[in-house]
């Protein structure tokens, strides 16, 4: 099991500015990719931005232009800056890490991956 640490999350008025974290362990060393996803209430959970070991990211079009994700792969920590924020990005973000894991040459030794999830952090943007 991998834990993730969260933090960042708060009230921010429309318009200003939060910036979230996510650590997950130092020893592990076969993350893909590591990103956010945000839930609203009664929605569903989408991606906001991911970033990619070779450090190429991915952003949700919402997003885009206000948003930028980082990443410190010396301590696999990820960080999510957020710009001109909005009412509509009121939500829980949460942290996830995809790692790639290899099963034993006895199970067949293919690679498989495997998602990992922080506990949410919330976000609340007022008008």
């Known amino acids: 099991q991998v834990h993730l640490v969260e933090a960042g999350g708060g009230l921010v008025q429309s318009g200003g500015s939060l910036r979230l974290s996510c650590a997950a362990p130092e020893s592990l060393f076969n993350i893909e990719s590591m990103g956010w996803y945000r839930q609203a209430p009664g929605k569903q959970r989408d991606l906001v931005a991911s970033?990619?070991?070779?450090?190429?990211?991915n952003y949700a079009d919402s997003v885009k232009g206000r948003f930028t994700i980082s990443r410190d792969n010396g301590k696999n920590t990820v960080y999510l800056q957020m710009n001109s924020l909005r009412p509509e990005d009121t939500a829980v973000y949460y942290c996830?890490?995809?790692?790639?894991?290899?099963?034993?040459?006895?199970?067949?030794?293919?690679?498989?991956?495997?998602?990992?999830w922080g506990e949410g952090t919330l976000v609340t943007v007022s008008s």
């Open positions: 970033i990619n070991s070779d450090d190429t990211t």
């Open positions: 996830n890490c995809h790692i790639i894991e290899r099963r034993s040459l006895a199970e067949g030794g293919d690679f498989y991956g495997e998602d990992y």
